[in-house]
């Protein structure tokens, strides 16, 4: 018997949970395919996002937009699976040298700044753990989301929808018709692809410029650190999770395009966490994944331009967590009420 849904998702990473949830958050139906076997980005990822980019202490890309979109997604889903998985959270960037922290005054002091920078310099060293070079300041309105547990909470939702299939998805087993797409026993308005960096290997997007990067990270226990809600940052990112524990990372390659961790990343991360950390480090974990980058740095969303029953959710790169609820809303918006996609994401640019 055929079964009728307003969209098939392929992936069930972070772009194809707030894909879907947009989908129901508007009452329509969806069904999710996802191989949950499968290692990707997503489940491994930190899940932390901050509203500056401190290279060179500048806002991230579209920040004021994202935020109210972030907060009112990840409140949607928490509410479907009453659970809690975003945190906001203040980072602590502890500056290299005086012109940085010079930088970084200047900034603070402008409007523009004012809500994420905070002026005061501090000289914490967090119970003597942390080397304080010159100085430290925190940035507001940042946070993290649990995604492995978010993942694992939203399949179990959709699952008591009749809106999950677990398998590995076959591009061969899709059927295109006028004004649709049939899958198996299941029939739609729109098939969207939301598969990460495999989305290279998809023969009707397979013109994208995608760039996979692999990224490392550890899990470690520090001695005597407690950062309470606070995440340091200095050359890597100090996350801290529970029970003493802190994420730790991470990598960037793109020569090597695998799932497997390496004694490299490994000695990278450790190198750059002895320059900010004086304790005694545990290594507790070390995960790997492949994030779908892009050339530009920029997502990529709409519809296939030959065949609108397509439609694609991809290229989040390192920033997922902050630009996929605002994008899949978007996307939503312009496959229901014609609505424009930014231009730097939008598939039409390429």
Excluded at 268 to 275: A, G, V, Y
């Amino acid at each position: 018997m055929m079964k009728n849904v307003d969209a098939i998702i392929v992936g069930q990473g972070i772009s194809g949970t707030l894909m879907s949830a947009e989908f129901l958050k508007n009452n329509k139906k969806v069904l999710v395919i996802d191989d949950e076997k499968s290692v990707t980005s997503s489940k491994v990822a930190a899940g932390l996002y901050n509203p500056i980019v401190f290279k060179r202490v500048v806002k991230s890309w579209l920040i004021d937009e994202l935020l109210p979109v972030l907060n009112q997604s990840y409140e949607y889903i928490e509410q479907c699976c009453n659970a809690k998985f975003h945190r906001p959270r203040t980072i602590v960037k502890v500056f290299v040298g005086e012109d940085e922290k010079l930088q970084w005054l200047q900034k603070a002091q402008q409007p523009a700044f004012s809500d994420y920078l905070n002026q005061y310099i501090s000289d914490d060293t967090f119970n003597d753990c942390i080397n304080l070079h010159h100085g430290l300041a925190t940035v507001n309105k940042a946070g993290n989301v649990d995604v492995k547990s978010m993942l694992t909470a939203w399949a179990d939702y959709l699952k008591t929808k009749e809106s999950y299939v677990n398998e590995a998805f076959s591009y061969n087993d899709i059927e295109l018709m006028n004004g649709g797409v049939k899958w198996q026993n299941y029939k739609a308005k729109y098939l969207i692809f939301c598969e990460g960096y495999r989305a290279i290997n998809n023969p009707f997007f397979n013109n994208l410029p995608f760039v996979p990067a692999k990224g490392e990270l550890l899990t470690v226990k520090i001695e005597h650190l407690n950062t309470g809600n606070q995440v340091l940052n200095k050359g890597v990112f100090v996350l801290p999770l529970h029970e003493g524990a802190y994420r730790v990372g991470a990598t960037y390659v793109w020569d090597k395009i695998n799932e497997e961790t390496t004694s490299e990343g490994l000695n990278e991360i450790m190198q750059k966490l002895h320059k900010l950390v004086k304790s005694n480090i545990e290594i507790i974990d070390q995960q790997a994944g492949i994030r779908p980058s892009t050339k530009d740095r920029r997502p990529v969303l709409g519809k296939h331009p030959n065949l609108p029953q397509l439609a694609i959710l991809n290229g989040m790169g390192t920033k997922a967590v902050l630009l996929a609820p605002y994008f899949a809303k978007q996307l939503f918006e312009h496959l229901y009420h014609q609505k424009g996609i930014h231009p730097e994401a939008d598939i039409r640019r390429i």
